[in-house]
């Protein structure tokens, strides 16, 4: 049954509240009417497309369950985490991350993306990176994704350090490794 435009933009922003991670194709179906037509009551109602309703979504999330810095002073976006545990981050290699002259990456910028994220999967309101061992495995090229994963392999209450290992993956292709001896002033 077609409803009025009215009725639909209502049951439309009640759906997507229920459902962020709705597709506008899958509502289109639901409501019998075009993709186009939901983009438009989406614009009307100033509700965000698929992709923004679920950064949106993460960032809560994650706020809450960051402690050590703040998540914009993270380096990528995190994807999940488990305090003192693991956590996953994206990092999209931009034109300002890259040498002009060969488009190949800053080594700065992949050290930060896994350095805030060993920062990050440390339980504790303050963590510092003590010391560090990294390589790097290959280059890599503007445009190309960059996926981070921190692993917590030791807790050693006794020194107040953690130890994490970050590997960051370019197409499952391993592109740098670091091993990171993070301060921590106390132990959950």
């Known amino acids: 049954m077609r409803r009025n435009k009215k009725e639909r933009q209502g049951l439309l922003a009640a759906t997507i509240h229920e459902n962020p991670f709705i597709t506008d194709e899958e509502l289109a179906e ?44 993270v380096i990528g976006e995190i994807i999940d985490i488990e305090l003192d545990q693991s ?31 060993a920062v990050a999967v440390i339980n504790d309101e303050l963590a510092l990176t003590a010391k560090v061992n990294i390589q790097f495995k290959r280059s890599v090229k503007l445009h190309e994704r960059v996926v981070a994963k921190a692993k917590v392999n030791k807790i050693d209450e006794s020194i107040g350090r953690t130890f994490v290992e970050v590997t960051s993956y370019v197409n499952n292709e391993l592109v740098f490794t670091g091993n990171f001896e993070m301060f921590r002033s106390n132990t959950n």
Do not use: M
Request: proline share 3%; charged share 35%; glycine share 2%.
């Open 87 to 117: 956590a996953i981050s994206i990092f999209d290699v931009k034109e300002e991350h890259v040498f002009k002259r060969n488009k190949i990456a800053r080594g700065h910028h992949l050290f930060a993306q896994a350095n805030s994220l």
């Open 30 to 73: 639901k409501f019998i009417v075009s993709v186009q037509t939901i983009r438009l009551d989406r614009l009307e109602l100033s509700i965000p497309e698929l992709r923004e309703r679920i950064k949106t979504v993460a960032e809560k999330r994650f706020e809450d369950e960051v402690r050590s810095l703040p998540l914009e002073e």
